[in-house]
């Protein structure tokens, strides 16, 4: 079974920068596509960001592009989400999210995703 487990997160003041981590067990970690996703309070889960099986192709949710960076150690079976620049309305729970599904590109939504992690707060303050 494909488990994946979020670390990192925490608070921190607008404009400033915040990472999240994700390790996922119970496959070898080059057979995963993994992503991010995020659910501000009181809104729909969303999409932040995904990394194909090598690393070699990176998508961006559009309100995060050129602020958060996602990368992945397949040798830790690790995935990464460096966030900067951050902004209040980044405050979510995020979640690191699994699939074995074999497409090059990775998914933007959320039910191509079976394997989800329990999530982890960040909170950004004005």
């Known amino acids: 079974q494909v488990q994946p487990v979020e670390s990192g997160g925490g608070s921190v003041q607008a404009g400033g920068s915040l990472s999240v981590s994700c390790t996922v067990t119970?496959?070898?970690?080059?057979?995963?596509?993994m992503a991010w996703f995020r659910q501000p309070p009181g809104k729909e889960r969303e999409f932040v960001a995904g990394?194909?099986?090598?690393?070699?192709?990176?998508v961006y949710g559009d309100s995060v592009k050129g602020r958060f960076t996602i990368s992945r150690d397949n040798a830790k079976s690790m995935t990464d989400l460096q966030m900067t620049n951050l902004r209040p309305e980044d405050t979510a729970v995020y979640y690191c999210?699994?699939?074995?599904?074999?497409?090059?590109?990775?998914?933007?939504?959320?039910?191509?995703?079976?394997?989800w992690g329990p999530g982890i707060q960040v909170t950004v303050s004005s």
């Open positions: 990394i194909s099986r090598n690393g070699g192709i990176t």
């Open positions: 119970g496959r070898t970690a080059s057979h995963i596509t």
């Open positions: 999210a699994a699939t074995l599904l074999t497409a090059r590109t990775p998914s933007t939504f959320e039910d191509r995703y079976p394997y």
